[in-house]
């Protein structure tokens, strides 16, 4: 986000969090950690009000409008009050739930909710076994789960409520940096446009191609690092970054060491030794579905000035590529996996041809080679000896209850040749 509003930001977030402590029937004639008696609730108030004034004059906005980007605060600092309790319960004796508390559970939790139980080092959901990448980012497509607290462990049930606060609080933060940007004099047309198709978006995203299409690539590839412990990460970006810098996401390499031993979980793979030179420690992304080339040669450009920009240190990621999916095979996934909203998102709709395209193509600016050849035998073996399952292969007690549900068929995707879009890369459907 821009630096001014994430100054703004922390401002309303020290003030919602001064409002919350002098509301609370405890804080009546408590002294404030500065030891200050007299600032109560209508003083709060009143700093609070000369803030939205301020911020809103120097926007060139209505007052309400910061109003609301303060409101939207308080709900993000409810989250991390909620997140704060939620993890102090953690250290309560574990104990199994008995039937009608796992129904409570799920019924609070909505109809997408699961319940998971670990065995053996494994998660499952009833019979069928759900990875802990898969349950770290289901919350992009809708999906939630209710941890057992009495077989899974205390660090992996941290890890994911911390995983959903975030993703919870990156959502609010998209709406605040759109609702400011639109709603500014200072904000030229071409990006008020660009952040208007957003707030547009809002409540029908699953609708619009290019949002499944970030979600397909990032929550795989996020599996895939968590799973089998690759040395990346995908480090999320808002939507000021989308519009103003033109990346939806950012691949982090965590390692820079040239030497990295590879192992195949049958203890059969060999090490090796990098010997070319290494990619960019951050690399930028931007997907499209659009596969006109006009359009494509635009964003090129685009990114072009966005490289002139990583050159004068302007920007904190070392290059940016374009990365263009069909959008026809992106929408087929997604209302295939719709139709029963299973566990693992419509990337599991990928063959484990297209899933290795994919991995490859993007991590081909990152990593040199036969460090990615290694990692996907790593990846490969793994799957041999425990073969992913298919939707079609999930139990029918998972799905969301419908009032009719569309005749289970064979899978019949459609395959598609990804390539670059030029020397800098990216996929396409192949001509």
Not at 98 to 108: D, K, L, Y
């Amino acid at each position: 986000m821009h630096p001014r509003f994430q100054s703004s930001l922390e401002t309303y977030n020290d003030l919602a969090k001064d409002k919350k402590r002098r509301s609370a029937p405890s804080a009546v004639e408590r002294p404030d950690e500065d030891g200050d008696e007299d600032i109560g609730i209508a003083d709060i108030e009143s700093a609070i009000a000369w803030h939205v004034s301020r911020n809103a004059d120097k926007r060139e906005q209505r007052p309400n409008v910061q109003r609301h980007i303060f409101e939207l605060q308080e709900r993000k600092a409810a989250i991390m009050g909620k997140l704060r309790e939620d993890l102090a319960a953690l250290d309560q004796l574990p104990r199994s739930l008995s039937t009608n508390e796992i129904r409570e559970r799920a019924r609070a939790l909505g109809p997408d909710a699961r319940f998971v139980k670990s065995r053996d080092g494994k998660y499952f959901v009833n019979k069928a076994e759900v990875s802990l990448g898969t349950m770290l980012t289901d919350g992009e497509w809708g999906l939630t789960y209710d941890l057992d607290p009495a077989s899974v462990p205390r660090l992996v049930r941290k890890r994911y409520l911390v995983e959903e606060a975030k993703r919870k609080l990156r959502g609010l933060l998209d709406e605040q940096i759109v609702l400011d940007e639109v709603s500014s004099g200072r904000t030229d047309d071409f990006k008020r446009k660009a952040y208007g198709a957003f707030q547009e978006m809002k409540g029908r995203e699953e609708e619009v191609g290019g949002w499944v299409a970030e979600r397909l690539v990032k929550t795989f590839l996020t599996k895939l690092a968590i799973d089998y412990g690759l040395d990346f990460e995908v480090v999320q970006t808002d939507v000021y970054e989308d519009v103003q810098n033109k990346i939806d996401f950012v691949i982090r390499r965590k390692s820079r060491a040239r030497g990295v031993k590879v192992e195949t979980p049958d203890g059969s793979g060999e090490g090796w030794v990098s010997d070319a030179d290494e990619g960019p420690a951050k690399l930028g992304i931007q997907l499209t579905t659009n596969p006109d080339r006009r359009v494509i040669r635009h964003k090129e450009e685009q990114l072009e000035r966005v490289r002139s920009r990583i050159k004068r240190h302007e920007l904190a990621v070392e290059d940016v590529v374009l990365v263009s999916l069909p959008l026809d095979r992106v929408r087929q996934m997604y209302a295939r996996w719709n139709e029963r909203r299973l566990p693992g998102g419509p990337e599991e709709l990928w063959s484990a041809e297209e899933k290795e395209r994919v991995f490859r193509y993007l991590l081909r600016d990152v990593a040199p080679a036969n460090e990615i050849e290694a990692q996907w035998r790593m990846i490969s073996a793994a799957r041999k000896e425990r073969p992913d399952q298919s939707i079609e292969e999930w139990p029918r007690e998972h799905e969301r209850p419908k009032e009719r549900q569309p005749e289970d068929r064979l899978r019949r995707l459609a395959a598609y040749q990804p390539r670059r879009s030029d020397n800098r890369g990216g996929l396409h459907r192949a001509a």
